[in-house]
């Protein structure tokens, strides 16, 4: 399971259109940055702020089942970075949508090319997949931060 994703078969003509794709469906999750942090409130409060619920669930369940599909389809199942870049992000730099998406994926992009560094580097001129450097990192990390998290709630 750790092992499905892979870098090593990435070539640029296919990079170049996963970008292009990615970054217009970013930017259109990005543009409703406001009414995704208004979900933050409750489906309740949101509604009164005047949020079509129902029609802007519908709408960021597509365009993340898109995002997801898009990065599966290109790389593979790199475990992980979905977790922690953004719980990270969101210690860093607050909870609105608009400030956590940039720095996401900008921070996302570096986690994933360190790893993938460290992937090719670390055991010479063997490659280990990107999803075993992803896991050993990515676990504790997690675990660490589910704990430290349990312990400022009480």
Known sequence: FWLMGDLSRARMHGA?????VSLILI???W???TQL????????NA???GVSVPKLRRQFIWLTS?????SVASSGMIGFLGLIVPHFSRKLVGSLHFNMIPFCIIWGAVALVL????ARVLLRPYELPVGVITAFVGAPLFIWMILSDGRSRN
């Not at 170049?16 to 292009?20: D, P």
């Not at 898109?66 to 898009?70: D, E, I, N």
């Open 27 to 29: 930017f259109m999750l």
């Open 47 to 49: 509604s009164g702020l």
């Open 115 to 118: 790893a993938d560094l460290m």
């Open 16 to 20: 170049l259109l996963t970008l292009f």
């Open 31 to 33: 543009r409703k940055s």
């Open 37 to 44: 942090d208004a979900f933050l409130m409750g489906e309740e």
């Open 66 to 70: 898109f995002l997801v599909g898009l």
